[in-house]
């Protein structure tokens, strides 16, 4: 029993980062089960990729000021519906 135990504690600890490299992805709008998958193939690498990817999103002043845009542009049209609605 105490090795079914150790096993479970193992397959849990590591399945942590590749629920957090998904995690990471989804919440950027990239594929979930993609980076996913890629967490357990290639755990450490894929979360550096990961990583490496969101802060080039995050640096890129042309990328701030389309998400900018974009926020911008929902508050406009949810404005626009609430007057219609």
């Known amino acids: 029993m105490?090795?079914?135990d150790m096993l479970l504690v193992m397959v849990v600890?590591?399945?942590f980062?590749?629920?957090m490299t998904g995690?990471?992805?989804a919440s950027?709008?990239?594929s979930f089960w993609l980076w996913f998958t890629l967490g357990w193939v290639l755990p450490i690498v894929s979360f550096l990729l990961l990583f490496a990817l969101i802060a080039r999103d995050e640096l890129d002043p042309g990328r701030q000021l389309v998400r900018?845009?974009?926020q911008i542009l929902k508050n406009a049209e949810a404005k626009a519906v609430e007057k219609q609605g």
């Open 2 to 4: 105490l090795f079914v």
């Open 13 to 15: 600890a590591l399945s």
């Open 17 to 19: 980062i590749p629920i």
């Open 23 to 25: 995690y990471c992805a």
């Open 28 to 30: 950027r709008g990239r």
């Open 68 to 70: 900018e845009a974009r």
